[in-house]
């Protein structure tokens, strides 16, 4: 069997098992709803994802698919994020551990039901966005599916059931029209029918429950029945055809602004030769952003150089000193980040940009390395790395950070710099951090006579406790937790 009949076979099953997948997805899509709904960090988060991959497996195993043995690590990162979104309080952490599920969960699919392995990163890119927006078109598939299902019954039972739909459809117009008319004809009979629909009782947050039911179930059953039908090509080796000539003349004139720029870095900054009218603070701000974009930028240039120009010695040679530079400029933005902070604190945009450059430090050294040996899979190091690293992340509690290290620094900073009321709106995930501070506070002098005290922190306390306090099994989150009892402490501490 060649690959487009299997294709077809895949796609045959589906709408062949309607009921079975209809039926799957319909349970799935009701516990979607039923672990998120207004509920965007619970102990029913964790579940979620374990529900989601048992979801995508169970439909495989009827799609005849087999597991890939690597797909286990997109399985174990997708429970992991799961499990850090339960973990934390921070909205910022949580909407992007459920960007990060979103993208794992489409790109295991994808692993599982495409031939991947010669995929290089730009191709992986629009495949990802083709399957994402191609899902969508299949929106009419199971309609299509359950339409196929009933004409493939016994035809008399068939045309019953279509007269009969037919029928109800023709039936709502003309009710609604002829209440209204009675309605408005005979008190008598709008008063009853008043009372009949007043004492019905429908759950709260009926339609928002069912939207997010109907969205859960078109959208689980549309991505599998694009999966199943769609062949992906590999095209790989196509895309090289630039001459080379032109990529080495404009990445030269670059690779000679940034050996000087390194230059400077090296001698100024790294040396300490700083100008004398700039303070190490004043010239660490300076230009930070922007060293981090042109990183950023070096970044997709190297890739576009390599991706979509010929092979040749002497840009090989130039795109690797463009990478070495980089290095250079990942090292003075770090610098320049570490002396910022070390003036003016830390802050959850501080922690992101230090992360930034650790990505991109290790996407670069990837790169470098698929320049000296082209049989380097970069795509899969890619996404293990980023994978990784933002596992960490997400894991490490931003705000604790802050809070632990700014604190830690308030009986040596200028007043003016240590941003108070920041700090007060930190989530639940500092408590432990403040509560720590604030009984340093009560014991050490030195920390006393600084600008907090601590009954500052009762307005902080007392939010954190108020959340913790409004939860229910489904909507438990253990951070809150944490902070709850946390502040329990604090107030029992300082009545």
């Known amino acids: 069997m060649n690959e487009n009949e299997e294709i077809m076979v895949k796609g045959h099953i589906m709408q062949k098992n309607f009921i079975f997948f209809g039926l799957l997805s319909g349970i799935y899509a009701c516990f979607f709803t039923f672990c998120l709904y207004k509920n965007l960090s619970g102990i029913t988060i964790p579940l979620f994802t374990l529900g989601t991959l048992c979801y995508y497996h169970l439909c495989m195993k009827k799609l005849e698919v087999s597991k890939k043995r690597d797909g286990y690590f997109y399985e174990a990162a997708i429970i992991l994020l799961g499990l850090a979104t339960w973990f934390t309080d921070d909205e910022r952490i949580i909407l992007m551990n459920y960007m990060g599920s979103f993208i794992l969960i489409v790109s295991f699919m994808m692993h ?68 209204m008319l009675l309605t408005s004809a005979d008190s008598v009979f709008a008063n009853s029918l008043e009372f009949l629909f007043r004492n019905i009782v429908l759950p709260k947050n009926l339609i928002g429950i069912s939207m997010m039911t109907i969205f859960a179930f078109l959208s689980s059953y549309c ?33 000679l602004i940034y050996i000087i720029f390194s230059g400077i870095q090296i001698f100024y900054l790294f040396l300490g030769n700083i100008p004398r009218d700039y303070s190490y603070a004043q010239y660490a701000r300076e230009g930070f ?68 450059l650790v990505v991109i430090f290790m996407m670069m050294t990837g790169i470098v390395t698929f320049i000296l040996k082209p049989e380097f899979p970069l795509l899969k190091y890619t996404i293990v790395t980023i994978t990784a690293l933002y596992i960490v992340f997400s894991f490490s509690h931003p705000d604790y950070l802050v809070a632990k290290y700014n604190y830690g620094q308030a009986s040596f900073v200028n007043e003016n710099r240590l941003d108070s ?31 907090f005290s601590v009954m500052d922190f009762n307005s902080y306390f007392t939010r954190v406790y108020n959340n913790g306090e409004d939860m229910d099994a489904r909507t438990f989150n253990l951070s809150k937790y944490i902070g709850k009892n946390a502040a329990a402490e604090f107030f029992n501490v300082n009545k």
């Open 289 to 356: 952003f922007q060293l981090v974009a042109v990183c950023i930028l070096n970044l997709t240039l190297v890739l576009f150089s390599i991706y979509y120009f010929k092979d040749h010695k002497a840009l090989k040679m130039i795109l690797t000193i463009i990478s070495l530079c980089t290095y250079i400029m990942i090292a003075s933005s770090a610098f320049r980040m570490i002396l910022y902070i070390s003036q003016y604190h830390l802050t959850f945009l501080r922690i992101i940009v230090l992360w930034s």
């Open 112 to 179: 599982q039901f495409f031939q991947d392995k010669e995929w290089d990163i730009p191709q992986y890119i629009f495949n990802f966005c083709t399957t994402l927006v191609e899902s969508m078109f299949h929106i009419a598939q199971p309609f299509d599916d359950c339409n196929h299902m009933i004409q493939s019954r016994e035809k008399g039972k068939s045309s019953k059931m279509q007269y009969i739909f037919t029928g109800l459809l023709i039936s709502v117009p003309f009710v609604i029209i002829i209440l």
């Open 223 to 255: 991505f599998l029945a694009y999966l199943s039908k769609e062949k992906v090509e590999m095209n790989k080796g196509k895309r090289k055809e630039g001459e080379p000539i032109i990529a080495i003349t404009f990445t030269s004139l670059i690779a």
């Open 421 to 451: 009321n920041y700090l007060s709106e930190l989530c639940a995930d500092a408590a432990p951090a403040i509560l720590d501070y604030t009984e340093q506070l009560k014991k050490d002098t030195k920390l006393s006579s600084t600008m």
